[in-house]
């Protein structure tokens, strides 16, 4: 996030249960290009003289900075937060920046967002400069996430998950996921020459999910089945399944998804959560239908030194 005076712009991160900045100029934790990139906007921000956001006024112009590395490339995606509809104002200092990360930069995007809101995205884009997704490769497959789509921050962590995840899914199994994403779970399912039908509802995660369909092979490509929407509205997918993999954000399973689930249950459903307190909360109603029992648990440390951890839990059919 990007608050202080234009004179000195902070770029960090919000101190617990408020809107003041932990600034970040040569934080220990990020990749180096996290802190590069923070390092460039704050000057880009001083030569042109462009005000932070402040949230109390609803005024000043830069409100954030998102920054993706890709790892083969080592260059980083960036996405500037202003709070305007429109990006001529911060042209010039989006062309300063583009110019002082020079080849360390994979592309640059502009996202206008002029409301009062604590969503850090809004609804206006321009694309800048550079390729349009940072591509990855993650359990076997090309997996492509354009800027406003959802991606772990960990992916050395996050490419266990997904090994761990493909182990649950026996050869010849059929598969079913709910809010897949850009698909960096089942597209590598599909290589390994599994039907998966894909759900998700983003815009964003759609076109990268698309994308990375698009780079295999013809052969996979025509095992995969794309079904647009809320999970609660897909659960026709949960019929001609034998997995069903869920990866659902903290508010947990839609209610819809989480009833077709327990009166009709697949042979075994494989669930990523997020927040520990919402998967008790399904997986309670998941075993008290009685159709499900929890088989085993893996917690995983996606944000180092912190609290917070991302679960995996396999369930199976009694």
Known sequence: MVRGRARS???????????????????????????????????????????????????GLVRALQVVVERSS???????????????????????LQRSLGSELHSLWW?????????ILGPHWSHICGPDAVEERIGGASVFFPPGAFGQSHLVLADRIVDAIHACVDDGARVAEFYAGVGAI????LQRGHVVGFNEVSPAGLRGLEAGIAR????????????????????????????AIVDPPRKGLD???????????PPRLVYLSCDLEQLCRD????????????????????????????????FERN
Do not use: W
């Open 74 to 96: 080592q260059s980083v995606q960036l996405v500037v937060v202003t709070n305007s509809s429109e990006s001529g104002p911060c042209l010039e200092m989006l062309d300063r």
């Open 216 to 243: 295999i092979s013809s052969e996979s490509s025509e095992r995969a089945r794309v079904v647009p929407g809320t999970a609660g509205s897909c659960t026709q997918l949960l019929a001609d399944c034998d997995i």
């Open 186 to 189: 089942g597209l590598g399912l």
């Open 283 to 314: 997986t309670a109603a998941l075993v008290s239908a009685g159709e499900l029992r929890l088989d085993r648990l893996q917690p995983y440390a996606l944000f180092p030194f912190t609290d917070h951890i991302e679960t995996l839990a396999v």
């Open 111 to 119: 996202n206008g967002n002029p409301e009062r809101t604590n969503s």
């Open 9 to 59: 712009p902070k770029v960090g991160l919000f101190q617990a249960g408020s809107h003041r900045i932990a600034d970040i100029p040569n934080c220990p934790v990020h990749h180096r290009l996290v802190n590069q990139s923070a390092q460039a906007l704050k000057a880009a921000m001083r030569e042109t003289g462009l005000s932070p956001y402040a949230d109390a006024a609803h005024r």
């Open 255 to 265: 209610a819809e998804l989480l009833s077709a689930i327990c009166a009709n249950p």
